[in-house]
């Protein structure tokens, strides 16, 4: 059988902090994917087991030995309203494996059934999301943008009601952790401090152990995880990716891109493009999530409160520093990002103008984002359509003047991104039972 290294360090917390809970059996799983190289990353041993005993463990059909399986609480403002209990209603999580480098994998299947969280859910997932979140962690994990990831997708034998009946399917995610702000929300909505004061020592050792001995370890929390979705949201705009659902219960407090709904790399590049048809005001669009994931952690400020000075109003004022020092942090890294894909180096100042002539250019002709970019590395010329926009054209002499002509902006422009109809169709192609189209975009 399959050795996993258990160590559930989570399973070891306070009881309230989730629901023991082992996955719901299914009909007639078949495995459909394994990520081999992530699987050698953790560690895992392989030899000797077969496709059905896989299927069977990543369909929660056989609880592996060590598991420790529990559904997590927690909170969430979603869309901007408050929930104050929300929690794993369809993902178990199995347990943590320990790497032999020390690195710590939380093993989660999605789709394993009803637990306490479930609010009248079914606790399943068909095989789309199941397919879209397996290929777009995985293409942002190869792009270089911290993420969960999937290390294998199984069908369940079983149909799933949703507007219709649908095939029925698994996906094993892995992730650092997953603690988000909307935990921390959930002991703070009960006045929890114990429990906050637990789970901060625990994300500070997941995440952050060089930060652990802070003086207040409550604020070094913040300070890191402000710092960490600073540069993982400048890397989401570099790639034009727009996550579609950034409510706090899915905002990682260790950084990582998590919880892959509606979620899509833009084609034609625009600021005011939203990916999710229940977002009707736009809360989520692409240019907005800078100032959502500062509201996401100035609702972990909040909650981190009463743990990080015992004086309200001394603790507003050291936490309201934190969150003040987002903007400057994210424009760094933002410039970071933008400047290696225009081979400037870091971009800051009046050098800034650059890039935001750049993009007011695309978003004017309706340009796509990564074929734009894609073609000024690959040619160090614009675009055919662009290429008559007279703005643009000064913009391009000046750009010639300080581009590096010696960088390979090849390495920061990819040439493949996961699109949207390209995922749509990968998906339609497997509910007929054809998962060829899967299996290329994925090699891809």
Same mark, same amino acid.
């Given at each position: 059988?399959?050795?996993?290294?258990?160590?559930?360090s989570?399973?070891?917390?306070?009881?309230?902090?989730?629901?023991?809970?082992?996955?719901?059996?299914?009909?007639?799983?078949r495995?459909i994917?394994?990520?081999?190289?992530?699987?050698?990353?953790?560690?895992?041993?392989?030899?000797?087991?077969?496709?059905?005993?896989?299927?069977?463990?990543?369909?929660?059909n056989?609880?592996?030995q060590?598991?420790?399986?529990?559904?997590?609480?927690?909170?969430?403002?979603?869309?901007?309203?408050?929930?104050?209990?929300?929690?794993?209603?369809?993902?178990?999580?199995?347990?943590?494996?320990?790497?032999?480098?020390?690195?710590?994998?939380?093993?989660?299947?999605?789709?394993?059934?009803?637990?306490?969280?479930?609010?009248?859910?079914?606790?399943?997932?068909?095989?789309?999301p199941?397919?879209?979140?397996?290929?777009?962690?995985?293409?942002?994990?190869?792009?270089?943008?911290?993420?969960?990831?999937?290390?294998?997708?199984?069908?369940?034998?079983?149909?799933?009601?949703?507007?219709?009946?649908?095939?029925?399917?698994?996906?094993?995610?892995?992730?650092?952790?997953?603690?988000?702000?909307?935990?921390?929300?959930?002991?703070?909505?009960?006045?929890?401090?114990?429990?906050?004061?637990?789970?901060?020592?625990?994300?500070l050792?997941?995440?952050?152990?060089?930060?652990?001995?802070?003086e207040?370890?409550?604020?070094?929390?913040?300070e890191?995880?402000?710092?960490?979705?600073?540069?993982?949201? #400048?890397?989401?705009?570099? @790639? !034009?990716?727009?996550? +579609?659902?950034?409510?706090? *219960?899915?905002?990682? %407090?260790?950084?990582? =891109?998590?919880?892959?709904?509606?979620?899509?790399?833009?084609?034609?590049?625009?600021?005011?493009?939203?990916?999710?048809?229940?977002?009707?005001?736009?809360?989520?669009?692409?240019?907005?999530?800078?100032?959502?994931?500062?509201?996401?952690?100035?609702?972990?400020?909040t909650?981190?409160?009463?743990?990080?000075?015992?004086?309200?109003?001394?603790?507003?004022?050291?936490?309201?520093?934190?969150?003040?020092?987002?903007?400057?942090?994210?424009?760094? #890294?933002?410039?970071?990002? @933008? !400047?290696?894909?225009? +081979?400037?180096?870091?971009? *800051?100042?009046?050098? %800034?103008?650059?890039? =935001?002539?750049?993009?007011?250019g695309?978003?004017?002709?309706?340009?796509?984002?990564?074929?734009?970019?894609?073609?000024?590395?690959?040619?160090?010329?614009?675009?055919?359509?662009?290429?008559?926009?007279?703005?643009?054209?000064?913009?391009?002499?000046?750009?010639?003047?300080?581009?590096?002509?010696?960088?390979?902006?090849?390495r920061?422009?990819?040439?493949?991104?996961?699109?949207?109809h390209?995922?749509?169709a990968?998906?339609?192609?497997?509910? #007929?039972?054809?998962?060829?189209?899967?299996d290329?975009?994925?090699?891809?």
């Open positions: 059988m399959l050795d996993m290294h258990f160590d559930n989570y399973a070891r917390l306070p009881a309230r902090f989730f629901a023991s809970q082992a996955p719901l059996p299914v009909r007639a799983p495995l994917a394994f990520n081999h190289p992530l699987a050698r990353q953790m560690g895992l041993a392989l030899e000797g087991v077969s496709e059905a005993q896989m299927a069977a463990l990543f369909s929660g056989t609880v592996p060590g598991a420790d399986p529990l559904a997590m609480a927690y909170a969430g403002h979603q869309f901007g309203g408050w929930v104050p209990q929300l929690g794993d209603g369809r993902a178990i999580l199995l347990g943590e494996v320990l790497a032999q480098d020390g690195t710590r994998w939380d093993v989660q299947l999605k789709g394993a059934g009803r637990t306490p969280f479930s609010r009248g859910g079914d606790g399943r997932a068909w095989l789309g199941v397919l879209r979140e397996y290929l777009v962690s995985e293409a942002m994990a190869a792009l270089g943008v911290p993420t969960t990831r999937a290390l294998a997708a199984v069908t369940t034998g079983e149909d799933v009601a949703r507007e219709t009946l649908l095939p029925g399917a698994i996906l094993t995610r892995v992730a650092r952790s997953h603690i988000r702000v909307g935990t921390f929300q959930y002991f703070a909505a009960r006045q929890d401090h114990d429990g906050l004061e637990v789970l901060t020592s625990h994300a050792s997941r995440h952050y152990p060089d930060r652990m001995d802070a207040v370890p409550a604020l070094a929390l913040l890191a995880a402000v710092e960490a979705q600073a540069d993982l949201v #400048a890397r989401w705009m570099g @790639f !034009g990716f727009i996550h +579609g659902v950034m409510n706090t *219960d899915n905002c990682h %407090v260790g950084g990582e =891109t998590i919880d892959y709904g509606p979620c899509a790399f833009m084609d034609a590049y625009h600021p005011e493009t939203v990916f999710s048809s229940i977002d009707s005001y736009g809360r989520y669009a692409y240019q907005n999530q800078p100032q959502i994931t500062q509201w996401n952690l100035a609702q972990l400020a909650a981190l409160l009463p743990v990080i000075d015992g004086d309200e109003a001394r603790a507003i004022e050291l936490a309201t520093d934190v969150i003040n020092r987002f903007p400057g942090l994210y424009a760094a #890294a933002w410039g970071r990002i @933008f !400047g290696a894909k225009l +081979g400037l180096g870091a971009v *800051d100042g009046a050098r %800034v103008a650059l890039v =935001t002539d750049l993009l007011e695309m978003a004017h002709a309706g340009a796509d984002f990564t074929q734009t970019f894609r073609h000024l590395a690959e040619t160090r010329a614009l675009p055919p359509a662009l290429a008559q926009d007279a703005r643009l054209s000064a913009w391009f002499a000046q750009w010639q003047g300080e581009v590096d002509g010696g960088a390979d902006l090849t920061t422009n990819p040439a493949i991104i996961p699109r949207n390209q995922i749509e990968v998906i339609a192609a497997a509910v #007929a039972g054809d998962f060829g189209p899967f290329r975009l994925h090699a891809a």
